[in-house]
């Protein structure tokens, strides 16, 4: 009875352990590899997994979630011989867990020692202005680059990025005096141009004042032009009718226009500013004489006697030389 006993309770141990290396819990996020003999055979997904006890066992368990992966720091040559130190990260993702157990050996020495060389392949062919401004360009290139060569262990490279570029001191100072060179010189050619502007407009409104200057003396001109031809027009006909009322035996109309143009010069030689005594060399009794002779054409214009024979009283004619007596007020 005991050993029956005995028997019972070593069936149930070796049931328990049985079904405890039979049964395998499977983490999400993991996959199990499972190994008959040493020999892959299959994978256990995400759950409840079941094996052959002491036949088969977990080989490796893989971690398939994307897995982020910090490349050190290195120095990198470029193509125009500068010492730059480069450092990055790396975004991955095992989609074979048998692949990625099986055909390599210490997965992320093997990635990271893989995007190190191609870094140093990649940005060693191109110049530090290409490194600084084509960093989206970098990273493109080495994620084809390093996504095809892992391919076949089993792996998906999501992304890489370049987190710092970093060149030598005296090459930062030598860009900072590049930079401020190059902004002097923006700077200069916009105070040139601006320089350039405002002496074009400057110019162009000379021109514009100058074409509206000349066309004001133009219209001036045209127009003293036609006073003047008013002017001619106006003494050709008053010359006309003085030549008219000669032609017709009135000699005072003579005596008028005579006396006009006298009295006009007078009139011009008084109002010159710079004349303080004027010396006429014209005999002034003359002068009086063709006044008088105005009068006398007024006086027979009024009475009504145009001609001497009119029938009208004809003033005495003084003679020639004599001054009216001028009568004072005292």
Request: charged share 25%; hydrophobic share 45%.
């Amino acid at each position: 009875m005991l050993g029956g006993t005995y028997f019972v309770i070593a069936i149930l141990v070796l049931a328990v352990i049985f079904l405890m290396k039979a049964i395998k819990v499977v983490p999400q996020g993991y996959v199990y590899t499972v190994e008959r003999f040493g020999r892959y055979t299959h994978s256990l997904m995400p759950g409840l997994g079941v094996i052959t006890p002491f036949i088969d066992r977990i080989g490796a368990k893989v971690n398939v979630m994307e897995t982020v992966l910090d490349v050190p720091s290195q120095e990198v040559i470029t193509r125009d011989n500068a010492m730059v130190t480069v450092d990055g990260v790396v975004f991955y993702q095992v989609l074979d867990a048998a692949k990625a157990s099986y055909e390599v050996a210490n997965l992320k020495v093997a990635v990271l020692n893989l995007i190190m060389t191609n870094v140093r392949t990649v940005m060693g062919g191109m110049d530090l202005d290409e490194l600084l401004s084509q960093r989206d360009s970098i990273n493109a290139r080495l994620l084809n680059v390093v996504d095809e060569a892992t391919h076949p262990w089993g792996l998906k490279v999501t992304r890489i990025e370049i987190k710092d570029i970093a060149p030598p001191r005296d090459i930062i100072d030598s860009m900072a005096r590049q930079m401020k060179a190059e902004r002097e010189k923006r700077a200069n050619i916009l105070e040139a141009e601006g320089f350039r502007q405002a002496a074009i407009l400057a110019a162009e409104g000379k021109k514009q004042a100058a074409i509206l200057e000349a066309e004001g003396r133009r219209e001036a001109a045209y127009r003293d032009a036609e006073a003047r031809e008013r002017q001619a027009e106006a003494e050709a006909k008053a010359t006309q009718v003085v030549s008219d009322a000669i032609a017709g035996g009135n000699v005072q109309a003579l005596n008028y226009f005579v006396a006009t143009k006298y009295v006009e010069a007078l009139r011009d030689i008084a109002k010159a500013p710079n004349q303080k005594l004027v010396l006429m060399p014209l005999e002034a009794a003359s002068v009086i004489g063709a006044i008088g002779g105005i009068g006398e054409l007024a006086r027979e214009a009024f009475n009504g006697g145009g001609t001497p024979g009119s029938g009208g009283t004809a003033p005495a004619r003084r003679p020639s030389g004599t001054v009216p007596p001028v009568s004072r007020g005292d």
